[in-house]
T-cell receptor, first 111, second 114 residues
Framework: AQRVTQPEKLLSVFKGAPVELKCNYS??????LFWYVQYSRQRLQLLLR??SRESIKGFTADLNKGETSFHLKKPFAQEEDSAMYYC?????????????FGQGTILTVHP | ETGVTQTPRHLVMGMTNKKSLKCEQH?????MYWYKQSAKKPLELMFV???????ENNSVPSRFSPECPNSSHLFLHLHTLQPEDSALYLC?????????????FGEGSRLTVL
């Protein structure tokens, strides 16, 4: 069965500090991993996906198959990064967007 | 209007009512989805439609009935719901089967069942 665990419901950091949002997954095949973000009063939107290996808004995430993790990192947090972050897993291939989401982590960046 | 639009944004209904949620996407996508977001629970996939054909039904009770008349519109018909069905219902779309994990979400319909 697919499962995504985000152990931190709340995470607070100060502006300029590094931030890491943890995500662990359980899946027997080759998964696709994603981070979605929801800013205040905005809709849920894709932040990044592991296959793209890109940095979006200074965030990066590396898929670690050995540790079954896909942690989201940013070296210097900004106040505008405050949002709800969801890690999501897709079964890969023709998955039709059948994503399994984690519980989400609320990130607050203090000035 | 661009993106994914959901109506109504808020709905209050009794357990004996029949109502429908509507979703419309203006992105030219081939796949559409209903997700349910309950308090203290992760987003749960309910239904998937690809090219107007249902490809997934995640063991959803029959009191929820989806309808996809074309690739741009998706409905969720509701009848004899229970109070525990109160939740935020999110519609999403994607380009189709390839790289389908990039979902474009609507703002959601907040449902309260009395």
């Amino acid at each position: 069965a697919q499962r995504v665990t985000q152990p931190e419901k709340l995470l607070s950091v100060f502006k300029g500090a590094p931030v890491e949002l943890k995500c662990n997954y359980s899946y027997s095949g080759s998964p696709e991993l994603f981070w979605y973000v929801q800013y205040s009063r905005q809709r849920l939107q894709l932040l990044l996906r592991h296959i793209s290996r890109e940095s979006i808004k200074g965030f990066t995430a590396d898929l670690n198959k050995g540790e079954t993790s896909f942690h989201l990192k940013k070296p210097f947090a900004q106040e505008e990064d405050s949002a709800m972050y969801y890690c999501a897993l897709g079964p890969g291939g023709t998955s039709y967007g059948k994503l399994t989401f984690g519980q989400g982590t609320i990130l607050t960046v203090h000035p | 209007e661009t993106g994914v639009t959901q109506t109504p944004r808020h709905l209050v209904m009794g357990m004996t009512n029949k109502k429908s949620l509507k979703c419309e996407q203006h992105l030219g996508h081939n796949a559409m989805y209903w997700y349910k977001q309950s308090a203290k629970k992760p987003l749960e996939l309910m239904f998937v439609y690809s090219l107007e054909e249902r490809v997934e039904n995640n063991s959803v009770p029959s009191r929820f009935s989806p309808e996809c008349p074309n690739s741009s519109h998706l409905f969720l018909h509701l009848h004899t719901l229970q109070p525990e069905d109160s939740a935020l219902y999110l519609c999403a779309s994607s380009r189709g089967t390839i790289l389908a994990g990039e979902l474009f979400f609507g703002e959601g319909s907040r449902l309260t069942v009395l």
